[in-house]
């Protein structure tokens, strides 16, 4: 990539933020931004060069996601869920499949499913289970061999774009040996219900419904084309399951400073020392908090998996959502009253910023892993709560 999609990134912000206001306000799935994003030719971002895409790299994906938050942070944690489906998928090397046992069909079959993506298709993540969370060890959903290919049922909550996408990374585990959590690329259609079930604080146009499945997929929608392979992945590219939220919400925070400065000047507050100083407090926040992105996503392109970058991974998750919160609170606090009324880019956008936290892994549970490598121990490992 590319500087095209960055630039594209940018000049979709403006557009995604003037819509922003009424689909937080009606709770809607912004379909003309995905559209617009299609047609810019993002979905393609993480897809290799070989395969039609713009072959981005974990950094490049980090920057194009924080201009999209600029624009519409809900935008930008829906796109992130596509990226991170593409950009796991297309991260598997030759290597890589030989030392999981991924077989040839496996991998022609992804090479399906990111020619599709980069000519316009977009995947949603189903992880998500009322009761268990993100943690993969512990979901309901189960599936079972049939005839020709693989039989999914379950629920599955908090779907970022339930009943747009193209296909839902589904995890499930096995029927027959519940240690054994797989993966699969469910297409959208016959045997998927969306609950509409979302009705949030925040990022309310993300969509994230409940999806109930009971549904036959070809044996080919098993990524990697090996059973027990989710939890292998998770721990190999934990990046995709922690740091790419972080660029979001970095965007945020930018975003949030930034309808600050509108307001308090159009208001002539300005000349306040103390709103100046929250302003400024605000900038240098965000300025650190994009430096641990920016480090955390050179080191996933250049040492991916290594004990030392995945303690960066775990930084940029855990500082970008506080930091985001924070920031939103101090430039709210600052703008004054009028600021928090309905509609006001501010009331928005300390709503969006306070599930940066949320997200998983949580800032506590970032805070909890960031804490057991600092007293030497495994933090993959060690605690009494499994990360995944």
Not at 52 to 62: C, N, R, W
Request: net charge negative.
């Amino acid at each position: 990539m590319t500087v095209h999609a960055l630039e594209a990134a940018r000049r979709l912000a403006p557009r995604l933020a003037a819509r922003a206001a009424a689909h937080d306000r009606d709770g809607s799935f912004p379909v003309e931004d995905f559209a617009d994003l299609r047609e810019a030719g993002l979905f393609g971002l993480m897809v290799p060069r070989e395969l039609g895409g713009s072959g981005a790299t974990f950094a490049e994906y980090a920057a194009v996601a924080t201009e999209l938050a600029r624009g519409n942070g809900a935008t930008a944690l829906v796109f992130n869920m596509h990226a991170s489906v593409t950009g796991a998928l297309g991260a598997v090397t030759e290597e890589l499949a030989e030392a999981l046992g991924v077989p040839d069909e496996a991998l022609a079959a992804r090479d399906r499913l990111l020619r599709a993506a980069a000519d316009g298709s977009w995947y949603a993540v189903a992880m998500s289970e009322r009761g268990a969370g993100a943690r993969l060890s512990q979901l309901s959903t189960v599936y079972q061999p049939v005839d020709g290919g693989w039989h999914v049922k379950g629920s599955k909550t908090f779907c970022s774009g339930a009943g747009h996408p193209d296909g839902y990374l589904v995890a499930a585990r096995s029927a027959t040996d519940p240690s054994v959590v797989s993966q699969f690329l469910v297409p959208a259609g016959e045997g998927i219900t969306v609950e509409p079930t979302w009705d949030s604080l925040g990022m309310r146009a993300t969509s994230s419904h409940d999806l109930h499945l009971d549904v036959t997929v070809p044996a080919d929608r098993l990524l990697g084309g090996v059973e027990g392979l989710a939890l292998v992945v998770a721990q190999l590219m934990p990046h995709w399951l922690v740091a790419s939220y972080a660029a979001v919400y970095v965007g945020v925070a930018r975003a949030a400073i930034d309808a600050a400065a509108e307001h308090l000047n159009s208001r002539n507050l300005a000349g306040l020392p103390a709103v100046r100083a929250r302003l400024g407090r605000a900038d240098a926040a965000t300025a650190a908090a994009e430096l641990v992105v920016a480090e955390a996503a050179r080191r996933v392109d250049e040492e991916p998996g290594s004990a030392e970058t995945n303690r960066w991974v775990w930084r940029a998750k855990l500082l970008a959502g506080t930091t985001a919160a924070e920031v939103a609170a101090s430039v709210l606090e600052a703008a004054g009253t009028s600021a928090t009324r309905r509609g006001h880019p501010l009331e928005r956008l300390y709503r969006d910023a306070r599930c940066g936290s949320l997200h998983p892994a949580t800032s506590d549970v970032c805070a909890d892993w960031l804490g057991i490598a600092a007293l030497g121990g495994d933090p993959d490992r060690d605690g009494t709560v499994p990360r995944w």
